[in-house]
């Protein structure tokens, strides 16, 4: 078992792919970027010493058209500060809730041929991360 996650396990994306792909869907992310990208040797961005915030940057600028054909938005984004309930060593940089018109959206988006070039991108970014799917809820005032 590992501590860290970049990609999803074959059991959990069944899990995801056997749910209804007709709704609507909350993607909650959590994002620890590595001090330096960790690119493959010869990808066009290896030798330009980019930090993995930076390399996160570039793949929200390589995907997001993508992300917003195909219906998706982010409805919530915010910097980590602390951890009140969860393991001390938990940390997160940054965290935000991508929503999407259904999950056939998400696999339209991650079948894109110009996804799928982007992602490098977030996998030479992160050292850390989690992808939690939701349905979404009513707001209010309650818990």
Same mark, same amino acid.
């Given at each position: 078992?590992?501590?860290? !996650? %970049?990609?999803? #396990?074959?059991?959990?994306? /069944?899990?995801?792919?056997?749910?209804? +792909?007709?709704?609507? %869907?909350?993607?909650?992310?959590?994002?620890?970027?590595?001090?330096?990208? @960790? &690119?493959?040797?010869?990808?066009?961005?290896?030798?330009?010493? *980019? #930090?993995? +915030?930076?390399? &996160? $940057?570039? !793949?929200?600028?390589? #995907?997001?058209?993508?992300?917003? +054909?195909?219906?998706?938005? %982010?409805?919530?984004?915010?910097?980590?500060?602390?951890?009140?309930?969860?393991?001390? @060593?938990? /940390? *997160?940089?940054?965290?935000?809730?991508?929503? !999407?018109?259904? @999950?056939?959206?998400?696999? $339209?988006? %991650?079948?894109?041929?110009? !996804? /799928? =070039?982007?992602?490098?991108?977030?996998?030479?970014?992160?050292?850390? =991360?989690?992808?939690?799917?939701?349905?979404?809820?009513?707001?209010?005032?309650?818990?």
């Amino acid at each position: 078992m590992t501590d860290t !996650y %970049i990609d999803p #396990s074959p059991a959990n994306f /069944q899990a995801f792919k056997d749910l209804p +792909r007709d709704e609507p %869907i909350q993607m909650l992310n959590l994002l620890q970027y590595r001090e330096d990208a @960790a &690119y493959p040797e010869g990808h066009e961005h290896a030798a330009k010493g *980019w #930090s993995g +915030r930076r390399a &996160y $940057e570039e !793949y929200g600028k390589t #995907s997001g058209p993508i992300f917003r +054909r195909v219906g998706g938005t %982010i409805v919530w984004r915010g910097a980590f500060e602390a951890v009140l309930t969860g393991p001390e @060593a938990m /940390q *997160w940089h940054d965290g935000f809730v991508a929503e !999407y018109p259904n @999950a056939g959206a998400f696999f $339209e988006m %991650i079948k894109d041929p110009d !996804y /799928q =070039s982007a992602v490098v991108n977030r996998t030479a970014a992160l050292l850390d =991360s989690r992808l939690v799917r939701f349905k979404p809820g009513a707001a209010g005032e309650g818990f």
